[in-house]
């Protein structure tokens, strides 16, 4: 930190770049570059994709946490800075009043205090006893405050307080744990077996034996003796007077202070793992691969009545239904069921392939419903594939704006059975609108996908990095207008959006052949008054993950294999262009074209597959096309199912069964399991309850290869 010079309490100044560099061990340089771009306000998500030479290709979970640590840095420097301040002009408000002789206004008995405390002179508690005076009628009152006088300038001595920065894992090993309401030591013996109904102490048994370590106590008491006693007149009384003050001291604050701090330590380090756990279970779910080319009957479960909803392979509404089936009936009588009759009708009408089921409330009982149909083949002619969908915020969502404006001819009970089917069609697409909290990560989802400009909804476009609601309405306003996007440049027109936002945002937008060529639209984007307009001419590199600011390379590149732009997907480019790339080191090439490495592989990789997707690469949804009632399970069986919500604890497996199951830490094998895994699992445990049936399951092997076959 830079020392402000007299009288310029705003000039402080702290060493980001170097805080950030011994905080996560970063080079020094490189924690420089990623200072200076988060000052000039680039988002995460670009740096992390067009700014690899200037971070060293650095982690993008790293750089979030870079990220977060330079925002917080930024926050101290501005509060150290009015604090600072605040503190100065105090400083020079009251220089007057000490200069009056505050030492005259001061209690007698403090000025003792002090003589104690640095042994300038000898302390006679008697002589300070005042039968008429309050705290000086005797001499019981008078030691108790010199000895609150001594605690408190203890406390307040610089030398002391820099002494209490012990280390806190130590600490926090022998920190006495907060006590259940009405648990006292003594209860210590009582175990689950033997506790009255309503005593949950048994809980807690093992903090009970935790103690303070006497040696931090040895520690401290010998820095204080030694400071104030090393110096002065020797006295007995004093000495007394001051081991005593010592021994409050730590009792009564500095123990305080250091367990306020481990708590606090570790409340953070909680909640920076339940963070990072929800985190990466709401990447894996948005980054759920997509199912193309099906038409989906989603059913919203309910005990009185279920709600169907039937979407074409492109999204549209088919038809929406309201059931009421015999949730608890059992084959044959299921299969007479009026509504099994109206679900056969609608799959046969509409060519159904796919059947999700909402996994809220009376899941399990749809969900042996549907499976006793389907298993004994009366919806269709062939079982059909089943699958649970994740109902979170369906139901708020039904009843939102967005969804009305969305929806505004369906009643907000079927709307949730129709965000459910396109759920399976389009997982980020659709979740977005109803994830608000973790904004970072659906930002980073967002731009790890991409979005097709003259498609993508609003809900999709505000989250794109460099975009915000206001300029994702404008963007949704152009295209109402019934004009298309046919280059990226002409994001420049729309109102909001300006150098800076283009440069954030245009590598995270694609503008593809198949849609901003779509018969009936106009695709003359009107410039903003005063700027000139952008060219209508189609860019085939803006269906490619390529920023315009490398365009110049990739042209270049384009050039020396012999291909023009407009080849870009064609498989004689990537032909050519895989044995151009093999005939040259990737620096030699790099030096050739004036650029980065990091610059030229993304080029190479966006022109040999311009639609790479990397949901490709993730667990696919796992179909069943009958499942067995969760009553029905036994210990031993063995079953195939997938991963729903991995936790610190273990694992929530989605059986097919209506139920999960939990995998246990110690059963997981050392396996690290994530959102949609594929896994084989063996039941351990089967637990009936009244509302529910407890799994216990142990891991077999986790199933890779997990692409299944599909329709």
Same mark, same amino acid.
Request: net charge positive.
């Given at each position: 930190?830079?020392?402000?010079?007299?009288?310029?309490?705003?000039?402080?100044?702290?060493?980001?770049?170097?805080?950030?560099?011994?905080?996560?061990?970063?080079? *020094?340089?490189?924690?420089?570059?990623?200072s200076q771009l988060l000052d000039d306000d680039h988002k995460v998500s670009f740096i992390a994709r067009y700014r690899k030479a200037q971070t060293n290709d650095i982690d993008p979970e790293v750089l979030h946490e870079v990220a977060a640590s330079h925002s917080y840095l930024h926050g101290l420097q501005?509060?150290?800075?009015?604090?600072?301040?605040?503190?100065?002009?105090?400083?020079?408000?009251?220089?007057?009043?000490?200069?009056?002789?505050?030492?005259?206004?001061?209690?007698?008995?403090?000025?003792?205090?002090?003589?104690?405390?640095?042994?300038?002179?000898?302390?006679?508690?008697?002589?300070?006893?005042?039968?008429?005076?309050?705290?000086?009628?005797?001499?019981?009152?008078?030691?108790?405050?010199?000895?609150?006088?001594?605690?408190?300038?203890?406390?307040?001595?610089?030398?002391?307080?820099?002494?209490?920065?012990?280390?806190?894992?130590?600490?926090?090993?022998?920190?006495?744990?907060?006590?259940?309401?009405?648990?006292?030591?003594?209860?210590?013996?009582?175990?689950?077996?033997?506790?009255?109904?309503?005593?949950?102490?048994?809980?807690?048994?093992?903090?009970?034996?935790?103690?303070?370590?006497?040696? *931090?106590?040895?520690?401290?008491?010998?820095? =204080?003796?030694?400071?104030?006693?090393?110096?002065?007149?020797?006295?007995?009384?004093?000495?007394?007077?001051?081991?005593?003050?010592?021994?409050?001291?730590?009792?009564?604050?500095?123990?305080?202070?250091?367990?306020?701090?481990?708590?606090?330590?570790?409340?953070?380090?909680?909640?920076?793992?339940?963070?990072?756990?929800?985190?990466?279970?709401?990447?894996?779910?948005?980054?759920?691969?997509? #199912?193309?080319?099906?038409?989906?009957?989603?059913?919203?479960?309910?005990?009185?009545?279920?709600?169907?909803?039937?979407?074409?392979?492109?999204?549209?509404?088919?038809?929406?239904?309201?059931?009421?089936?015999?949730?608890?009936?059992?084959?044959?009588?299921?299969?007479?069921?009026?509504?099994?009759?109206?679900?056969?009708?609608? #799959?046969?009408?509409?060519?159904?392939?796919?059947?999700?089921?909402?996994?809220?409330?009376?899941?399990?009982?749809?969900?042996?419903?549907?499976?006793?149909?389907?298993?004994?083949?009366?919806?269709?002619?062939?079982? *059909?594939?089943?699958?649970?969908?994740?109902?979170?915020?369906?139901?708020?969502?039904?009843?939102?704006?967005?969804?009305?404006?969305?929806?505004?001819?369906?009643?907000?009970?079927?709307?949730?059975?129709?965000?459910?089917?396109?759920?399976?069609?389009?997982?980020?697409?659709?979740?977005?609108?109803?994830?608000?909290?973790?904004?970072?990560?659906?930002?980073? =989802?967002?731009?790890?996908?991409?979005?097709?400009?003259?498609?993508?909804?609003?809900?999709?476009?505000?989250?794109?990095?460099?975009?915000?609601?206001?300029?994702?309405?404008?963007?949704?306003?152009?295209?109402?207008?019934?004009?298309?996007?046919?280059?990226?440049?002409?994001?420049?027109?729309?109102?909001?959006?300006?150098?800076?936002?283009?440069?954030?945002?245009?590598?995270?937008?694609?503008?593809?052949?198949?849609?901003?060529?779509?018969?009936?639209?106009?695709?003359? #984007?009107?410039?903003?008054?005063?700027?000139?307009?952008?060219?209508?001419?189609?860019?085939?590199?803006?269906?490619?993950?390529?920023?315009?600011e490398s365009y110049p390379v990739a042209n270049r590149l384009l050039q020396l294999i012999g291909c023009p732009s407009s080849a870009v997907g064609s498989p004689d480019l990537v032909s050519r262009l895989t044995e151009f790339c093999a005939a040259r080191s990737r620096p030699q090439l790099a030096e050739?074209?004036?650029?980065?490495?990091?610059?030229?592989?993304?080029?190479?990789?966006?022109?040999?597959?311009?639609?790479?997707?990397?949901?490709?690469?993730?667990?696919?949804?796992?179909?069943?096309?009958?499942?067995?009632?969760?009553?029905?399970?036994?210990?031993?069986?063995?079953?195939?199912?997938?991963?729903?919500?991995?936790?610190?604890?273990?694992?929530?497996?989605?059986?097919?069964?209506?139920?999960?199951?939990?995998?246990?830490?110690?059963?997981?094998?050392?396996?690290?399991?994530?959102?949609?895994?594929?896994?084989?699992?063996?039941?351990?445990?089967?637990?009936?309850?009244?509302?529910?049936?407890?799994?216990?399951?142990r891991l077999l092997h986790k199933i890779e290869g997990k692409q299944l076959k599909r329709g």
């Amino acid at each position: 930190m830079r020392e402000p010079a007299s009288g310029d309490a705003e000039d402080i100044q702290l060493d980001i770049p170097l805080l950030l560099s011994q905080q996560h061990h970063l080079d *020094l340089n490189v924690s420089f570059n990623i200072s200076q771009l988060l000052d000039d306000d680039h988002k995460v998500s670009f740096i992390a994709r067009y700014r690899k030479a200037q971070t060293n290709d650095i982690d993008p979970e790293v750089l979030h946490e870079v990220a977060a640590s330079h925002s917080y840095l930024h926050g101290l420097q501005t509060a150290v800075s009015k604090a600072y301040k605040q503190l100065s002009s105090e400083q020079k408000e009251g220089s007057s009043d000490h200069a009056g002789g505050a030492g005259a206004r001061r209690p007698v008995w403090s000025r003792h205090a002090l003589c104690l405390l640095h042994g300038s002179d000898r302390c006679v508690p008697t002589a300070l006893i005042h039968p008429g005076t309050e705290g000086r009628q005797s001499l019981d009152q008078v030691q108790a405050s010199l000895s609150n006088l001594l605690c408190d300038m203890i406390g307040k001595d610089v030398a002391v307080t820099a002494a209490g920065g012990y280390d806190l894992a130590e600490w926090s090993a022998v920190v006495q744990m907060a006590s259940h309401p009405g648990i006292h030591l003594e209860s210590k013996q009582k175990t689950s077996k033997n506790a009255p109904p309503n005593d949950q102490s048994y809980k807690y048994r093992n903090y009970f034996n935790f103690r303070k370590p006497d040696a *931090l106590r040895h520690q401290f008491t010998n820095f =204080c003796l030694h400071r104030f006693l090393s110096r002065g007149m020797a006295d007995n009384y004093r000495e007394s007077s001051i081991r005593q003050a010592v021994g409050t001291l730590f009792s009564k604050s500095v123990t305080r202070q250091l367990e306020r701090q481990v708590r606090h330590s570790l409340k953070e380090a909680a909640e920076r793992e339940a963070l990072a756990v929800m985190s990466r279970n709401l990447k894996a779910k948005l980054l759920t691969p997509p #199912i193309r080319g099906r038409v989906i009957l989603a059913l919203d479960p309910g005990y009185r009545a279920c709600k169907v909803a039937v979407v074409s392979a492109q999204g549209a509404i088919l038809e929406t239904a309201v059931l009421n089936p015999r949730l608890s009936s059992r084959w044959p009588e299921v299969g007479r069921d009026p509504a099994a009759e109206q679900l056969r009708r609608i #799959i046969a009408q509409h060519g159904v392939t796919l059947l999700g089921v909402g996994n809220g409330t009376a899941c399990r009982e749809t969900w042996q419903y549907v499976s006793e149909l389907n298993g004994a083949g009366a919806l269709a002619a062939a079982p *059909l594939d089943v699958t649970l969908v994740d109902e979170g915020g369906a139901s708020e969502y039904s009843t939102s704006p967005a969804a009305a404006a969305e929806m505004a001819e369906l009643d907000c009970t079927v709307r949730s059975a129709v965000s459910l089917a396109r759920r399976l069609q389009d997982p980020i697409s659709e979740l977005v609108k109803v994830s608000q909290v973790l904004g970072d990560v659906l930002s980073d =989802c967002v731009a790890a996908v991409g979005v097709d400009l003259n498609t993508a909804s609003v809900q999709l476009l505000k989250k794109v990095p460099g975009l915000n609601a206001a300029s994702a309405e404008n963007i949704m306003a152009k295209r109402r207008a019934q004009k298309l996007f046919v280059n990226r440049q002409q994001l420049l027109s729309v109102k909001g959006i300006g150098p800076k936002s283009f440069e954030q945002c245009a590598g995270f937008v694609r503008v593809l052949p198949a849609t901003a060529a779509k018969t009936g639209k106009k695709s003359g #984007i009107t410039p903003k008054k005063g700027s000139k307009a952008a060219s209508t001419a189609p860019e085939p590199l803006d269906q490619t993950v390529i920023h315009p600011e490398s365009y110049p390379v990739a042209n270049r590149l384009l050039q020396l294999i012999g291909c023009p732009s407009s080849a870009v997907g064609s498989p004689d480019l990537v032909s050519r262009l895989t044995e151009f790339c093999a005939a040259r080191s990737r620096p030699q090439l790099a030096e050739e074209l004036e650029t980065d490495i990091h610059t030229l592989e993304l080029i190479i990789r966006a022109l040999s597959e311009p639609g790479y997707d990397e949901r490709q690469e993730l667990a696919a949804p796992m179909f069943w096309k009958a499942a067995m009632r969760a009553g029905d399970l036994r210990p031993g069986a063995r079953l195939r199912g997938v991963v729903r919500n991995p936790t610190e604890f273990g694992a929530f497996v989605d059986l097919g069964i209506g139920e999960s199951g939990l995998i246990h830490h110690s059963q997981m094998r050392s396996v690290e399991l994530r959102v949609n895994d594929h896994v084989e699992v063996e039941v351990i445990k089967v637990e009936q309850k009244p509302k529910k049936t407890d799994i216990g399951l142990r891991l077999l092997h986790k199933i890779e290869g997990k692409q299944l076959k599909r329709g």
